[in-house]
């Protein structure tokens, strides 16, 4: 997308995935990229039963979610020593820089998230934690 368009409402209709640096793949939505965003991305998440992310975090900004369908869990914290479970109908916060593994516990069941982030580039701020990974080869709340 230009930067020198004239600023507009944009509508976007999904029509195309990314994989993420995260190890997700993630449908396109509002962001830099697609809308010309300055402040926000916002794209939809399915985890497939048993999938997991990459330990990262997004560094200067946040990351709000809704769970729309399914259950989800994620470890989080400085050494990802923290973990909570994320219901259908809940909203998470993550504070910029925190770093998190989100994956699905349902061996059977994907979950469907609303995720959306100050960055307005879809991978940007994303920072791998490779070290954290290797704690989790096998993730078991």
């Not at 991305?41 to 997004?58: D, F, N, Q, S, V």
Request: hydrophobic share 35%; glycine share 8%; aromatic share 8%.
């Amino acid at each position: 997308m230009s930067t020198n368009s004239p600023k507009s409402c944009r509508l976007i209709r999904p029509s195309r995935q990314y994989h993420g640096k995260q190890g997700f793949d993630y449908g396109e939505a509002i962001s830099a990229e697609s809308a010309g965003a300055e402040s926000i991305c916002m794209h939809i998440l399915t985890i497939p039963p048993g999938g997991k992310a990459k330990a990262h975090l997004h560094e200067s900004h946040e990351t709000a979610i809704y769970m729309l369908r399914g259950q989800s869990a994620m470890w989080f914290g400085e050494q990802l020593e923290q973990h909570m479970q994320i219901e259908e109908g809940d909203f998470l916060y993550i504070p910029a820089g925190m770093p998190h593994l989100p994956y699905n516990p349902s061996d059977a069941d994907s979950c469907t998230a609303i995720i959306a982030r100050t960055d307005p580039n879809e991978q940007e701020s994303v920072m791998l934690l490779p070290h954290l990974d290797a704690k989790f080869k096998r993730i078991q709340p």
